[in-house]
């Protein structure tokens, strides 16, 4: 639980003791989707890429990684469930420990945010509901063309508990590779989310209906995963407010504070606190991460719905969405999070630690290049600081 009377003369570069690992400043790297893992597998482009932005006892948090075969839901994204993944992020994990920082792997599975195309046998995605996602949304195949997302199929019950275990194996893999944790990706609207939203999830079972059924999911994942690595190598990210693939709920606050409630009491119960709790700012709609035009929201209310959140969870607390440098000093300075996550900035400011702390000058992103697959262009090319100068 935070203590705002504590965090007086705090700043982004002030060190963090996270569980077991004691970071030299509060900067994340956020989880991007970059679509250059070719054929799911980590290649030398993402050794550089990952390298290029790893501080000194820095924490970065990887792309969303398929837990599974039928967890993907978008092209030439990294998977860890096979032995050759598995060698893969050797690589890019040993360049990154090499420079001192500390990776996460954020283990994605899209739920029925995908499209046949992507599925085993060509069969149908997997959610919560057998609804699928409304036309206004749209998936990336393979070929660079664009369509509506496949009608999911809804699991059974009795199938659940085999999704729970393929996050448990992919989090074991993950630790054979080399990491130092995973981040559970519970938000934005894919499968974890499916559950947890009201506005999806039309479940019947023991997994619907309720606060507590619709948290089940999750919080199945949660134990088995700290189970099998421990607390102190487990995250979670969740977004209660955010729409994305229309995952919307009635009472976003309430069920933000429902699964903290429950991730407290796993904490409770087993005596260890999780490596942190990632959350996301309800600013960060579709059309603000499109267009770069920020979201119209009110800024007090966003910042209570935050802060009711960081004040709930007893352990590390991290914001992001959007965050400029001047907004992360505040952010850390009001006790409002422990360590915020940047995206966009990073991508095009492979030094962004460096820039944040001079204040200096940052490169602009190029957008159309966000998702393409060159290993280089938009990926490893943008330039550092000239100190210099």
Known sequence: MADSSSTGGLTLFSPYKMGKFNLSHRVVLAPLTRCRALNQLPNPALVEYYSQRSTPDGLLITEGTW???????FPHVPGIYTDE?????????????????????????????????????GGSPISSTSNPISKKWKVALPDGSLDVHSEPRRLETQEIPQIVEQYRQAALNAIRAGFDGVEIHSAHGYLIDQFLKDGVNDRTDEYGGSLANRCKFLIQTVEAVVESLGADRVAVRISPAIDFYDATDSDPIGLGLAVIERLNKLQHNIGSKLAYL??????????????????????DREAQFMRTLREAYEGAFMASGGFTRELGMETVSSGDADLVSYGRDFISNPDLVLRFRLNAPLNKYNRETFYTHDPVVGYTDYPFLNIES
């Open 278 to 299: 990632h959350v996301t700012r309800p600013r960060l709609t579709l059309t603000a991460i499109m267009t770069s035009v920020p979201a119209e929201v009110d800024e």
């Open 67 to 73: 837990p599974s075969d039928q967890s993907a839901g």
């Open 85 to 121: 993944q598995v060698e893969a992020w050797k690589n890019v994990v040993d360049a990154v420990h090499a420079k001192g920082a500390i990776i996460f792997c954020q283990l994605w599975h899209v739920g029925r945010a995908s499209h046949q195309v992507f599925q085993p046998g």
